[in-house]
């Protein structure tokens, strides 16, 4: 069965660095999302993007983040200067239609 | 706006018992419903989803969840619960294709 992956399962960076988190989403599917986790909290929507653009992002989505979709099969999430509290499991999910996303496994990022 | 409220954060029971988890959501919209399941360490699975027609579903592992609009509830039980089934349980909605809100989580502690 067809899954998404996401690389690296753990990223330990310093404040202030940039991080890109990958993800190949199932092959034939549309919608992107990235959603993240906060130890010990729920799971909170950052960004959605379809046909190559951002369809809808959260307040927590600022201008520190970015998305993008270089290629055919890769969706990555970059945190350009990273702060204490963007420590967190990134998922990745995708969407063929109508309903039910599938996600990743995850990439636990660790902001020392 | 959508919300979804899981009451119980925690949920220990005995093995072979019967489970139930509660969530209620609100929406100005029609929304699709859903369950997921984290293990420890791991992300996050499709249980079950309501999207129309019968208001009871049934998932995988022996889950099912009965949709009450009257009450907007969207409930999981399980008959009897196993060891392995201790994870954390979140229940999502989905208006249209646009991101899931994720309730808080309840974590399901089955004891031998």
């Known amino acids: 069965e067809p899954e998404v992956t996401q690389t690296p399962s753990h990223q330990v960076t310093q404040m202030g660095q940039e991080v890109i988190l990958r993800c190949v989403p199932i092959?034939?599917?549309?919608?992107f999302y990235w959603y993240r986790q906060i130890l010990g909290q729920k799971v909170e929507f950052l960004v959605s993007f379809y046909n190559n653009e951002i369809s809808e992002k959260s307040e927590i989505f600022d201008d520190q983040f970015s998305v993008e979709r270089p290629d055919g099969s890769n969706f990555t999430l970059k945190i350009r200067s990273t702060k204490l509290e963007d420590s967190a499991m990134y998922f990745c999910?995708?969407?063929?239609?109508?309903?039910?996303?599938?996600f990743g496994p995850g990439t636990r990022l660790t902001v020392l | 706006a959508q919300s979804v409220t899981q009451l119980d954060s925690q949920v220990p029971v005995f093995e072979e018992a019967p489970v139930e988890l509660r969530c209620n959501y609100s929406s100005s919209v029609s929304v699709y419903l859903f369950w997921y399941v984290q293990y420890p360490n791991q992300g996050l699975q499709l249980l079950l989803k309501y999207l129309s027609g019968s208001t009871l579903v049934k998932g995988i592992n022996g889950f099912e969840a009965e949709f009450n609009k009257s009450q907007t509830s969207f409930h999981l039980r399980k008959p009897s619960v196993h060891i392995s089934d201790t994870a954390e349980y979140f229940c999502?909605?989905?208006?249209?294709?646009?991101?899931?809100?994720f309730g808080s989580g309840t974590r399901l502690q089955v004891q031998p």
């Open positions: 999910a995708s969407l063929l239609q109508p309903d039910t996303q599938y």
């Open positions: 092959s034939n599917h549309l919608y």
């Open positions: 999502a909605v989905l208006p249209g294709r646009r991101a899931l809100t």
